[in-house]
């Protein structure tokens, strides 16, 4: 099991605060082994560190009278979304309170003809599309998991969709959020577009709760298309899937999901979803627009994949086979498990310009055939982001030790490209090692940024920034 690094903890400010916030909250307290287990665990290969107690915020009141009194102390918080993120961002290497937002699910305000809402961070993409689908207007940014919007924006998320529909950066209007004194701030309002201040909405963005806690969020929405067109189609190599890719971006073909299977994925997909497809390197792609729009696009991609050796394309616009092929991709985490029952799944992804994305992926793969890895890999290949699941013998020193030697040189490598060492699951624990290399000069400067908004680093400490590089005195 990967070694962790422990903070020191302040012991007597963590007992001051629970007793306080057990006077406080009541029911809302919980001090159980196996809440506060399950409130540091997270979709992970990592250990778990966990907190001393968790608190089911109800109001962006209640979030903020936790932070003042851990602020007090100098007690550590860590906010809680849905648990499904994949590098450590729940862990709590000092102890301290873990803050559940799950309770705080409104959706306060549908704006439909300016084509957006305001909801509460406990509310899940799901719950806000079903909620929307009515009304003709959907929110895109689609990372597989029904993660809580809140924790969408805090790791800066993307997914299926972000070919066409961009990541959370690019569909926040503004934010309400807690700061480490207790401060409530909102960074905006809903108009489209200002030129007003610093950019404190994607400042928070992607600060993985190391800033401050997300309370509000006000989201672009988009119009259901008229029509949805889903396509797959086979290719001999990984390398031929990807030169496809490239050829469908650099054509200006307005696909909005463009998905790759590798021929381990598909295998897996086939067991677990019930599907025949070809045990091949696999595109899964999406196209919105009018009837007429979403066939000539699949078409158009139909004569991209037949010239880089494309076969058995096929298309549909029914909505229960769309539904299945995205569902199978969705399920893919799990559906990976079967391939080597009992295991341990050590996700990770990188990003590479997409001029790039073959020879990374290529190379990716090989690399895992030569260290022995059992690693299907899937992307957001549209923009350059693709993910390998290394499949572990739980307790195995060597192998992890294995897989950790490749992802250091994955990440290498992506950096090497002018890429990154993640495209989407963000920093957390697992990639801190990564930042300094990535950033280099910048990490200073986003050491001061930290320092200068939670001097007394209680905002989820330990994660993103590498110790070195918090100095509250600077």
């Not at 309770?103 to 899940?124: F, N, R």
């Not at 992607?206 to 800033?211: A, H, I, W």
């Not at 993910?387 to 030790?401: D, F, R, S, T």
Request: net charge negative; aromatic share 4%.
């Amino acid at each position: 099991m990967a070694k962790l690094t422990t903070l020191p903890r302040n012991e007597a400010g963590i007992k001051t605060v629970v007793e306080a916030l057990k006077d406080r909250f009541q029911d809302q307290l919980h001090t159980s082994q196996s809440l506060r287990e399950q409130h540091g665990h997270t979709t992970t290969w990592l250990p778990n560190q966990l907190p001393d107690a968790v608190v089911f915020a109800r109001s962006t009141a209640d979030v903020a009278e936790v932070v003042k009194l851990c602020a007090a102390h100098k007690v550590p918080v860590i906010p809680f979304g849905t648990g499904s993120s994949l590098e450590g961002h729940l862990n709590a290497p000092a102890g301290g309170i873990s803050i559940d937002l799950s309770q705080m699910d409104q959706i306060k305000a549908v704006h439909a003809s300016d084509l957006d809402v305001v909801v509460e961070p406990g509310v899940t993409r799901e719950q806000l599309n079903t909620h929307l689908r009515d009304q003709g207007l959907f929110f895109p940014i689609d990372p597989g998991a029904n993660a809580s919007l809140g924790g969408m924006a805090a790791t800066r998320a993307s997914g299926t969709n972000a070919v066409r529909y961009g990541t959370m950066k690019d569909n926040i209007l503004s934010l309400e959020a807690v700061m480490a004194d207790g401060s409530i701030i909102r960074t905006g309002g809903r108009a489209k577009k200002s030129s007003a201040g610093y950019d404190l909405t994607r400042l928070l963005i992607g600060s993985e709760g190391t800033l401050g806690i997300i309370t509000e969020l006000t989201l672009r929405l988009q119009g259901i298309p008229e029509a949805i067109r889903s396509a797959r189609c086979s290719f001999p190599t990984v390398e031929a899937a990807c030169e496809a890719v490239m050829m469908t971006i650099q054509y200006g073909v307005p696909v909005a999901r463009i998905e790759l299977l590798d021929a381990l994925s598909v295998k897996a997909a086939n067991e677990y979803s019930k599907l025949d497809l070809p045990e091949v390197p696999l595109l899964l792609l999406e196209f919105h627009g009018s009837d007429a729009g979403v066939v000539e696009q699949s078409d158009m991609f139909a004569s991209i994949a037949e010239e880089c050796g494309g076969t058995d394309f096929a298309a549909t616009s029914s909505a229960e086979e769309r539904n299945k092929l995205w569902q199978a991709r969705h399920d893919m985490y799990w559906a990976s498990h079967g391939l080597r029952p009992g295991c341990q799944g050590l996700s990770t992804d990188v990003c590479v310009p997409i001029s790039r994305l073959a020879e990374a992926v290529g190379r990716a793969r090989a690399k895992a055939e030569e260290m022995d890895l059992i690693a299907p890999m899937v992307g957001h290949v549209g923009d350059g982001n693709f993910h390998a699941l290394l499949l572990l013998e739980p307790g195995n020193e060597v192998e992890l030790a294995r897989a950790e030697t490749y992802l250091s040189w994955l990440a290498d490598m992506a950096i090497d490209m002018e890429g990154t060492c993640t495209g989407e699951h963000g920093i957390g624990q697992g990639k801190r090692a990564y930042l300094a290399q990535e950033m280099g000069e910048a990490l200073r400067f986003m050491g001061l940024v930290k320092a200068g908004l939670d001097p007394n680093n209680i905002m989820n400490p330990g994660k993103i920034m590498p110790d070195s590089h918090f100095h509250a005195d600077d």
